[in-house]
């Protein structure tokens, strides 16, 4: 159970709230859910994020998120260490497309940068994240991280002289020339030639993980924790400088083409037989629409969730004592009525469900297409396509023209 403490003055009077970031033991919050309560708080403030590492598998999953909160008035600022190869390329070209202000950090005598301290500062209050969690997809979810969020107000003058301390310890880096650099477009390149600098690249992998040969998981000394853990979400956004011009990921049918745009991610399709247009005749609709191979190059039992809705964000539930995850994704529903429409479906993954022909692992609830499916309109027959934008934005529909 996690427990708040409030660190109190002789006098009785509160200093600072102390609550404890234990990923991934549930219940906690993640690293994530934090920088993500932060940036939506309005009237927007600043956020400084300190991190040894710095990777495009967790800015992009703030992404969103940065955007909107810079668009109101928010400012953020990163500082990221280039130690050890923590900083990836596609990290650091995102950082520069997306904060205020980001800084390198990099020491050749051989010290290590390694400090993880995130802040957030308003017009009233101040909250900072100090603990082990790097700016990394897994640290912000998924590994097994220890942290503490203190929070406390400007009107404190206790609270006041912690803030200062954080703050101090953030201008003493920037001003720290020799070893912290202002990063723009022409010390990147410099950084990405320099062989003295150890950049790496997320270009081959969605994740920090190491292999199964290298992280033990055929070892017969350990086996997966048994506990209830929070499972997160990777979400890969090439950008601008590494992939010039978008294009479907891998998901083309071989038996079949579909006409895309440049805006399109990736696709997938399906022609729609009774049973999932919710019209098999003596038989109760199962309600939802299985989500197979469908003749793509694809394995259905992990491709759904682990790549075309990764960047959803997927909730951890039982059910009947099986694991399931589950999305509410916004779909631009076009085919089905008259105009077009936006509903959002749920999207089930339950990866006990698999059957041995790797059919049904991944699901999308119909919801309130349900209805229209059942009684008004019959899709029998149809192709269904779904597509995602690079935008990371779903559209469904239904279609005869699909050759």
């Known amino acids: 159970m996690m427990r708040r403490s409030n660190t109190t003055t002789e006098s009785g009077s509160p200093i600072v709230r102390i609550t404890p970031l234990l990923q991934p033991y549930m219940p906690t919050d993640t690293a994530l859910a934090v920088l993500q309560r932060w940036l939506s708080e309005r009237p927007a403030g600043e956020v400084t994020m300190v991190s040894a590492w710095g990777k495009a598998s967790a800015l992009s999953l703030l992404e969103e998120s940065i955007a909107s909160f810079k668009a109101d008035g928010g ?141 033990g998981a055929e070892t017969s000394l350990f086996a997966p924790s048994a506990m209830q853990l929070v499972y997160g979400h990777r979400r890969r956004r090439p950008t601008s400088r590494s992939i010039r011009a978008p294009q479907p990921q891998g998901e083309v049918n071989a038996l079949r083409q579909y006409d895309v745009n440049e805006n399109t991610g990736a696709f997938w399709s399906k022609r729609l037989p009774r049973s999932d247009a919710m019209r098999l005749p003596n038989a109760h609709p199962t309600a939802h629409l299985a989500l197979t191979q469908a003749g793509y190059p694809i394995d259905p039992a992990v491709y759904f969730r682990n790549d075309f809705f990764a960047g959803c964000e997927w909730i951890p539930t039982l059910d009947r004592d099986r694991l399931r995850e589950e999305a509410l994704v916004p779909f631009t529903v076009r085919g089905l009525f008259r105009s077009v429409r936006t509903v959002q479906l749920q999207i089930d993954h339950t990866p006990s469900w698999q059957s041995s022909q790797g059919n049904r692992a991944t699901s999308i609830r119909w919801g309130d297409l349900f209805p229209v499916l059942r009684e008004e309109v019959d899709v029998t027959g149809l192709e269904l396509v779904i597509e995602r934008s690079v935008h990371q934005t779903f559209q469904m529909t239904f279609t005869h023209n699909f050759n």
């Open 75 to 215: 400012r953020l600022e990163l500082f990221l260490g280039l130690s050890q190869g923590g900083a990836t390329e596609q990290g650091l070209e995102m950082a520069l497309d997306l904060a205020n202000k980001t800084y390198v950090i990099f020491d050749p005598s051989g010290r290590t940068f390694h400090p993880k301290l995130y802040l957030h500062r308003d017009a009233r209050s101040f909250s900072a994240l100090i603990g082990s969690q790097n700016l990394t997809a897994g640290g912000l979810q998924t590994n097994y991280e220890a942290g503490l969020l203190i929070e406390g107000t400007f009107f404190n003058r206790d609270d006041m002289e912690v803030l200062g301390k954080l703050e101090d310890y953030v201008e003493t880096l920037r001003v720290d020339v020799d070893i912290c650099k202002p990063l723009d477009e022409r010390l990147l390149k410099a950084l990405i030639a320099d062989p003295a600098i150890p950049i790496g690249s997320e270009a081959t992998s969605e994740n920090e993980a190491p292999s199964a040969e290298r992280s």
